[in-house]
């Protein structure tokens, strides 16, 4: 396994938080070559009341070459949805002559990072931490990158609630989906011609930039300094 550690010295002070820490580590299956690379990120801080380490979060992210042509097979024995994004986006690669406003209509290479789960703990829902969060779990393994992909749909706890409801929850489902939606676009994410429920972010162009920067800007009245890489 390797790792990556970004560290944020500062004081959270609007969510009773200190010294935010994103740990990213890569799975490693040894004698074992496959398409795809699998990350795992936690988001940890300290509580202040208690002065103890929580964790805010967790994400797993896939990082592949886009033109292997086993990337697909590989994509479908792991995860449903990691298939989904990751046929959605060759798909719109391969027609792009016919998609003009694609988002990903200026990748130049071929590797991509789908972001197959990003969930944060009850507790850290609905302060705005998540866009944040995810923008800066991209900006770490970005090196190398040009698309970056997703499937925003409900969580299994929170879908798993809406099933028990009448008919479904088809209507809350729609919306728990839209409210995802509305975040991740909130990172530069924007809907695939080929599939509008898979969303890309090309790392190509300066918008993701821009977007990192104007999370950064809109968290400045409770963060004191940026992330800082600390040595793996």
């Keep these: ?23 990213v580590h890569r799975e490693l ?67 792009l002559d016919d998609r003009p406003d694609s988002p990903v209509e200026d990748v130049i290479g071929g590797t991509i990072l789908v972001v197959n789960e990003m969930r944060l703990e009850p507790k850290w829902r609905g302060f705005g931490l998540g ?31 809406i099933n028990a409801l009448p008919h479904g929850g088809e209507g809350l489902r729609r919306k728990g989906q839209a409210s ?8 530069g994410f924007e809907p695939l011609c080929s599939n509008p429920e898979v969303f890309a972010l090309s790392l190509s162009t300066t918008s993701f930039d821009e977007h990192l920067q104007t999370l950064r800007e809109e968290h400045q009245p409770f963060l004191d300094s940026w992330w800082e890489p600390l040595a793996p």
């Design 29 to 95: 299956t040894p004698g074992h070559s496959h398409p795809l690379q699998e990350w795992t990120a936690t988001f940890r801080a300290v509580q202040l009341a208690e002065g103890q380490t929580v964790t805010l979060g967790t994400a797993d992210l896939w990082i592949g070459d886009i033109y292997d042509a086993d990337l697909v097979n590989a994509a479908d024995e792991m995860h449903g949805d990691l298939v989904t994004v990751v046929e959605a986006v060759v798909t719109e690669l391969d027609a």
């Design 131 to 161: 866009p944040l969060l995810l923008a800066e779990v991209i900006e770490s393994l970005r090196a190398g990158v040009d698309v970056v992909a997703c499937y925003p749909m409900p969580l299994p706890d929170r879908g798993d609630a």
């Design 180 to 187: 995802l939606q509305w975040t991740w676009r909130q990172v």
């Design 1 to 23: 396994m390797t790792s990556l550690a970004r560290n944020l010295h500062a004081a959270a002070q609007g969510h009773g938080l200190a010294d935010l820490r994103i740990d």
